[in-house]
């Protein structure tokens, strides 16, 4: 296993202490500050492994298989369990409405279910990170350290980062679909 995909890992180890600690502030209004402050800590460094293994990856050759499944799936998994936890410990935080917790997890499971679909007839290298992705993820994280901080203006950045999340679904299905579309027209030239 390389250094980058032990990395990714990793990050599924920070979800337990990140909802306890999200939680925690609604638990224990009295280390609310602390446990606020704890979770914000650990999200940031949870989020730094995500671009320490892709620089990692890139740096020294580390690109498999396992780690190009795991990275996006540990960002999803860390992304809705912060969001979620939020939500649902909402009394030490800002409201978060309902719509964007069920936004970003119906996305991922769009994406997640898609790539299985598709990866059975694309090479999973074809099938590589968009920008728009990239981005998305970003708006999601800052919304959550947004949240983790309670700085004012939230309910601006929500829907902003909602719509990239939405784009960002909306551009990989119609790359998978003209990916699926390609190969279909391949394999029916190759009967003819």
């Known amino acids: 296993m390389t250094t980058a995909t032990r990395i990714t890992l990793a990050r599924f180890f920070f979800v337990p202490p990140l909802v306890v600690a999200v939680c925690g502030a609604t638990w224990w209004p009295e280390r609310a500050v602390a446990l606020r402050l704890g979770a914000i800590a650990l999200f940031v460094v949870a989020s730094a492994t995500d671009f320490l293994d892709g620089y990692v990856a890139r740096r020294f050759g580390q690109h498999t298989r396992l780690g190009a499944a795991l990275d996006p799936l540990a960002d999803k998994v860390l992304l809705g369990a912060a969001i979620w ?108």
């Open 85 to 192: 936890s939020i939500w649902a410990c909402r009394a030490a935080y800002d409201p978060v409405p309902l719509w964007y917790p069920v936004v970003v997890s119906a996305n991922d499971a769009v994406l997640g279910l898609g790539y299985l679909a598709v990866r059975s007839r694309i090479d999973p290298g074809r099938f590589r990170a968009m920008p728009w992705g990239k981005v998305a993820t970003a708006g999601q994280m800052l919304v959550v350290c947004w949240l983790l901080l309670r700085l004012p203006h939230v309910g601006v950045l929500m829907p902003i980062a909602g719509a990239l999340t939405a784009a960002s679904g909306a551009a990989y299905v119609v790359r998978a679909v003209r990916l699926m579309g390609a190969l279909n027209k391949s394999r029916v030239q190759g009967l003819l």
